[in-house]
């Protein structure tokens, strides 16, 4: 049951007021208790005609596919029935608790709540005309009074009940999607650090949500702001997952998506082929990919590989969070399969590699910083011309004297011969692998 906010009690206590007042008008007129046993005779008769008059006038309840609607319908407009026969018997004015019972019924059926509330609309016509026959039937020498106090009678139990309903319809909503969004953090949380398949709760969690389902497949996207300070704004974060979902919403692309240590990670899932004897369908990565590019500029995205089960995923978180530090301004949507192989071990590597590096390292990279880098830029054009030392002058549009100047000043440093390969290989990777500040 959704726990009552102060308000809703304030708000329950005046309608409560002025449904008393309406009952005491009725008693004084001579209405109540006096009308109770002519609304019992006629009971069943007027739910029937509730019924029929609701169903008549709102499409909603025929056009439902859910076989309880109308069945529920029906019972509810029994309750109501029953409520007002003990109201008008002398009863005191209740908490209304089936009426909170029928709207968290209700929202756990996605029916829509303006449906009961028109529902409610319709049956004061009925249930008041119902009570007014009755009630003039014992104080028909004060008919005008009787028939005042009635219509306020019927408006305040109309008012009360529709207050009842639509607050605890809202209530329990938010309280089903506090709960779905728990189960959702929950699964994210567990494809997202792995499991074991011997765990048989998990187990039973992922199958439930559909995620042991055959002929799948997976793939993760981490997103960040191109400014990461950003990504300590909630609100930030949920509009670039906003934007993730709305850009995959028509493409039959599975997502679970949230926010862990500031960066928007997602866990997409899609068809991997329809049947065994299917071609498989076109990578999951390359589809996100498209629709992802149309994020904008602001924000930076790093895509995994496709992975066969939800046992591979941490691996594909590792993959999205490698592919994402490669992500630029220039080059905002990196898919991990395109990152190039040196690239990877560089950026894998370069840590391990500084502590290890020739004590001629340092010198490269002190007489490269005095030449406004022409050193290594010299390095990288003999590797783009396969050491052709022609083109890689024209590509530097220097001379091709000046480009074995060069190549003499390195040999002297380093003792290597950066017209060699193995030489200049080791001469390429000690220049990536310095440290930044070099």
């Known amino acids: 049951m959704a726990v009552n906010t102060p308000q809703r009690s304030v708000d329950d206590a005046l309608h409560a007021r002025g449904l008393a007042q309406a009952l005491a008008n009725l008693a004084h007129v001579g209405v109540v208790p006096g009308a109770a046993p002519a609304l019992e005779r006629t009971a069943a008769e007027v739910g029937r005609a509730l019924r029929t008059a609701i169903v008549d006038e709102i499409s909603e309840f025929s056009a439902s596919a859910n076989p309880e609607i109308l069945p529920e319908l029906e019972r509810h407009g029994a309750e109501h029935v029953r409520e007002i026969i003990r109201l008008l018997a002398g009863g ?5 608790e089936f009426v909170r019972a029928h709207a968290r019924r209700r929202a756990e059926q996605r029916f829509p709540i303006e449906a009961s509330l028109h529902a409610y609309r319709c049956g004061h016509r009925t249930l008041s005309h119902w009570v007014r026959d009755a009630a003039t039937a014992v104080a028909e020498s004060n008919s005008e009074r009787v028939v005042a106090a009635v219509a306020d009678f019927s408006i305040e139990y109309t008012n009360f009940i529709s207050a009842v309903c639509a607050a605890e319809y809202v209530a329990h909503v938010r309280s089903l999607a506090e709960a779905e969004g728990d ?17 048989g709760r998990v187990a039973r969690l992922l199958k439930r949500a559909g995620y042991l389902e055959q002929r799948q497949t997976y793939c993760v996207v981490a997103i960040q702001s191109g400014d990461p300070l950003e ?11 906003d934007a993730v979902v709305a850009s995959v919403v028509d493409k039959s692309i599975r997502t679970l998506i949230g926010t862990r240590n500031n960066v928007v990670t997602g866990v997409f899932s899609a068809t991997r082929r ?24 602001a924000v930076l995205v790093g895509i995994s590989t496709d992975q066969p089960s939800t046992s591979f995923i941490p691996k594909a978180v590792r993959e999205a969070m490698l592919a994402l530090d490669f992500a630029t301004v220039a080059d905002r949507v990196v898919l991990y399969s395109q990152l190039p192989i040196r690239r990877l071990l560089l950026h894998r590597a370069a840590d391990y590699v500084q502590p290890a590096l020739p004590p001629w390292a340092a010198e490269l990279s002190e007489a490269d910083a005095k030449s406004a880098g022409d050193l290594v830029k010299t390095l990288r054009a003999l590797a783009d011309a396969d050491m052709n030392v022609q083109q890689a002058a024209r590509a530097l549009d220097v001379h091709a004297n000046t480009l074995y100047a060069r190549i003499k000043r390195i040999r002297e440093i380093t003792g290597r011969d950066c017209q060699r390969y193995h030489d200049l290989t080791e001469l390429l990777l000690a220049a990536d692998c310095r440290p930044a500040s070099g």
């Open 92 to 96: 005191a004015v209740g908490t209304f």
């Open 183 to 199: 189960q959702r953090s929950e699964l994210l949380g567990i494809l997202l650090s792995g499991y074991d398949e011997s765990d």
């Open 231 to 241: 990504m300590e704004s909630p609100a930030r974060a949920q509009r670039i997952v």
């Open 274 to 297: 329809i049947s065994g004897w299917t071609a498989p369908q076109a990578l999951l990565a390359g589809r996100l990919h498209a629709a992802l590019s149309v994020l904008g500029p």
